[in-house]
């Protein structure tokens, strides 16, 4: 193959993309993307108690004491929320995801596994680690949480979750009982 042709045979498909990305925006480039892996970003936040027009941030789920031991098995709990894309063609819209833990109840500390399902179709299976970072000025835990995420439905990949919720506890059973705040991000390649 002479230079020319060399440079026509790489040069060419990427102008392409470009162009026809330029042109019919950002659905151009997830149509020309298709089997070419490429990288995502988005960034959520969760649902709160304290907005009226959304759920509480987090369903009761079944939550059992685990024998005598402090610690609580949660088993199908809900987060539910909305991403916003950071890079074209990320996923975006509303999302669920729904886990199961075993983690002591003062701490709230332990992994996580779950399916993080998006609009759209997309779902993906996630395997974190949460844990206690501090407490709010009001006194609210503050719980970071940290992963992979593998998708499943809708496109394949991996990547990165990261997040932070301050639950608000029930006073009495100090279980949580809704989100004060919360977000969630979530990077790495894919392809539709």
Not at 23 to 35: C, D, K, P
Not at 106 to 119: D, E, F, K, V, Y
Not at 135 to 152: D, Q
């Amino acid at each position: 193959m002479t230079g020319l042709r060399k440079l026509h045979a790489v040069a060419l498909p990427a102008l392409l993309v470009l162009a026809l990305w330029a042109v019919e925006g950002t659905s151009g480039t997830i149509a020309l993307a298709r089997g070419i892996p490429v990288q995502f970003a988005s960034h959520g936040v969760m649902d709160t108690l304290f907005d009226p027009t959304t759920p509480p941030g987090i369903d009761q789920g079944d939550v059992i004491p685990a024998g005598k031991s402090g610690r609580f098995v949660v088993k199908d709990r809900t987060v539910t929320g909305t991403l916003s894309a950071l890079l074209p063609g990320s996923p975006e819209g509303r999302f669920s995801f729904t886990y199961g833990t075993n983690v002591p109840l003062l701490t709230q500390s332990g992994q996580i596994h779950g399916t993080l399902s998006i609009a759209g179709g997309l779902e993906a299976k996630v395997r974190a680690e949460s844990a206690l970072l501090g407490y709010s000025p009001e006194g609210l835990p503050v719980i970071g949480i940290t992963g992979r995420l593998t998708f499943t439905s809708g496109a394949q990949g991996t990547g990165d979750i990261q997040g932070v919720i301050v639950p608000v506890l029930d006073p009495a059973t100090l279980h949580i009982i809704g989100l004060a705040y919360g977000e969630v991000g979530i990077a790495g390649r894919w392809q539709q």
